[in-house]
Every structure is written in structure tokens, then in C-alpha cells.
């Protein structure tokens, strides 16, 4: 079985702990490229990351977007989104079905 983690600034993510999600809160650049990689190699099937850190580990995401497992989806943190994450979806779609539907 997979686990579900999310990863972000704290005061973004620390409510997700209330639905049983593991939070793991980074600050830096190198931690966030760090616990990602740590997430990916222990069984976790889906890692949410904030849109401020996908922002800084790009190259990171992108490669476990390549993977099958594990999803890395981005969500907004709680000052708001920066259109990184719907972004992706629209191209996820494209590519997927040869055109822009939205």
C-alpha cells in the first residue's frame, strides 16, 4: 500500500496532518529536493508539493513526472496559487487527448 505525503511551508501544509496525510514542512531549496527524493524511494504513491516548492525543485518534479509512481501533484499554499499547477493539468490534458479542452 502507498502512503499520501505533502510537502510545503508549515503553515500550508500542517492541516493536511488532520486528514492523515504526512506533512513534511522545508524551508530550503536543497531540503525540498531532499524529502521529495526521500518520499519517492519509501512507498509513497502520491506527494503533493505546494507551488512555491515545485517552484524551486523544478527539475526535481519534473523527473518523478516521467514516473509512473510517484504522482507529484502541485497545490497551491495559503497565500494562493501561482496557475503553476493547473498549468500542468491543461498540458497533462493535451497531451492526453491531442487538444486543449479547457
Request: aromatic share 6%; no cysteine.
Amino acid at each position: 500500500m502507498h502512503k499520501i505525503g505533502v510537502v510545503g511551508d508549515k503553515d500550508s501544509i500542517l492541516s493536511f496532518k488532520a486528514l492523515g496525510i504526512d506533512v513534511y514542512p522545508v524551508i530550503t531549496k536543497e531540503e525540498a529536493r531532499s524529502t521529495i527524493d526521500e518520499m519517492a524511494s519509501n512507498n509513497y504513491g502520491i506527494i503533493f508539493v505546494t507551488e512555491q516548492v515545485a517552484a524551486m525543485v523544478e527539475s526535481t518534479v519534473e523527473r518523478y513526472n516521467r514516473e509512473v509512481l510517484p504522482a507529484v501533484i502541485l497545490i497551491p499554499n495559503n497565500q494562493g496559487s501561482l496557475g503553476i499547477g493547473l498549468k500542468k493539468i491543461d498540458e497533462y490534458v493535451e497531451k492526453a487527448i491531442g487538444s486543449n479542452i479547457f
